[in-house]
């Protein structure tokens, strides 16, 4: 099922961040990097960038930044939210995020126990949501799932397009 077509024929982008330093480095498979872009086409985003970075809060604010320049749409990181030392996507993303979406972030968490374990956060900088998420392929998809109803509209919201309240 297509949710990001709404009532509006206008194609939404999304772009897909991996954090791990396993894939990084190549010892790792980015399966939840792909099921993550996949799912995404799937419900009618346009995955337009998929990129890989190492762990850690400075690898991952300077590459959202890059990631967001001129960019009006969707993007969401896979990995580093979780408690293991590394684990900085949440405090590399505040860095970059202009207003925090606390409303996403919240019902990202509860989609399952370990939902409640993520650290992820969720914020707006420019014309841009960013979505942290799990790192496993299965939370990935589990908490992107929990707000992409809302998420077409949000994006609208921000770009000025005209929607219906």
Known sequence: MSHAHDTDSTPLH???LTVSDGVFHGSRD??????????????????????VTADGADAVAST??????????????????????????????????EREAPGLAEAMRLVSPFG???????????????CNTPGSPKGTIEQIDAVIDVLPHALRLLASDPTEH
């Open 64 to 97: 959202l930044t890059e990631m967001s320049a001129g960019f009006a749409g969707l993007i969401v990181t896979t990995g580093g939210t979780g408690f293991a030392p590394r684990d900085q996507t949440p405090e590399g993303t505040a860095r970059v995020i």
């Open 116 to 130: 409640r374990l993520s650290r992820g956060v969720a914020g707006i900088r420019g014309r841009t949501i960013i």
């Open 30 to 51: 980015d399966t939840g990097g792909r099921g993550l872009a996949a799912h995404l086409a799937a419900n009618g985003f346009e995955v337009v960038d998929h990129r």
């Open 14 to 16: 999304a772009k897909v």
